[in-house]
């Protein structure tokens, strides 16, 4: 039987995330002219990872600063990450930000990858393990296996795959029978087909045919699936999808589900805990960014029973 997962990078820019990942799955996830011209991840990039009775959908995210909403947009799906250092640099700011957002965001199971250690010495490379096994601990990843590798050489491929399928098969399923749920981090038009929206199947299966409701916001059809090339007459949780819809506009940011499952709100409840690595506290009455899957908007916080955090 298939197991369907989605894994993600982590980590600081110009540690070797894409490297790495073209050298796991044959595919480059820089899609974009700019990213191939600078050489950086901007946005999302996906691919497609398969060992035996494993298919992952692979999110590839931007390590740059001024690109961590992006990062956010893929993050929240991420049932496998693999958290990239390298091993020349050590751990670095966005590492950092990096592990406490998928620790905030509940994560569960991960890999510690120290890339380009044929550019390192035995003793930066035992620096450096040193370091990320110290910065890890008391997170999700503190008892995590940690593997060397070098995509350059090949160095350490085998055993990080190893270390994949073994977790792999240790995460839970996602729940294939309730309702369907899919937040849509990328829309575009393809000729003679109209329009294609694509993410992660959160929960549920998606069948071609059904309606869904898109939230916030109308009410469309679908009219083919895909997944990584291949059409599919229905997907199941834990894939990543591309859904060719039919009716009104959709939107990055919005969510499509089973019809009269989800409603729109203006006031959430949340369990609030302040990040490791956070400078001034949180006030009363404070305006934010909220980030919820692949949506993002403006918020203000409401404490109970404190001014501040």
Not at 30 to 52: M, Q, S, V
Not at 175 to 204: C, H, I, M, Y
Not at 255 to 283: Q, W
Request: hydrophobic share 40%; charged share 25%.
């Amino acid at each position: 039987m298939m197991k369907y997962l989605i894994l993600g990078t982590a980590g600081h820019v110009d540690h070797g995330k894409t490297t790495l990942v073209k050298a796991l799955t044959g595919e480059d996830t820089d899609r974009l002219i700019e990213e191939k011209r600078r050489g950086l991840t901007i946005d999302l990039g996906f691919a497609l990872y398969r060992d035996d009775g494993l298919e992952a959908g692979v999110i590839d995210v931007p390590g740059h600063e001024r690109f961590l909403p992006n990062m956010l947009c893929g993050a929240g799906s991420i049932d496998l990450v693999l958290l990239v250092v390298a091993a020349d640099e050590g751990v670095k700011p966005q590492t950092r930000e990096h592990l406490d957002i998928l620790d905030a965001l509940g994560c569960q199971s991960g890999i510690l990858v120290l890339t380009k250690t044929d550019l390192a010495t035995p003793e930066q490379i035992s620096v450096t393990k040193k370091n990320l096994l110290q910065e890890c601990d008391g997170t999700f990843l503190e008892h995590a296996p940690c593997v060397c590798v070098s995509a350059k050489t090949g160095i350490g491929l085998a055993e990080l795959r190893t270390w994949i399928s073994r977790l792999a098969l240790r995460l839970p399923e996602r729940d294939k029978a309730a309702p369907f749920r899919l937040p849509v981090d990328r829309v575009f038009s393809v000729e003679g087909f109209g329009t294609v929206a694509t993410g992660t199947l959160l929960q549920g299966t998606l069948r071609e045919g059904e309606e869904a409701d898109c939230i916030p916001g109308n009410h469309v059809r679908i009219r083919g699936l895909e997944t990584h090339h291949r059409q599919i007459p229905a997907a199941v949780a834990g894939q990543r999808v591309a859904v060719n819809v039919k009716g009104g506009e959709i939107l990055r940011g919005q969510v499509l589900a089973e019809p009269g499952t989800l409603s729109p709100s203006s006031v959430i409840d949340i369990s609030l805990h302040m990040l490791r690595h956070t400078g001034d506290p949180l006030k009363n009455s404070e305006r934010l960014t909220v980030f919820l899957h692949t949506g993002k908007t403006l918020c203000r916080v409401v404490l109970f029973g404190r001014d501040s955090l």
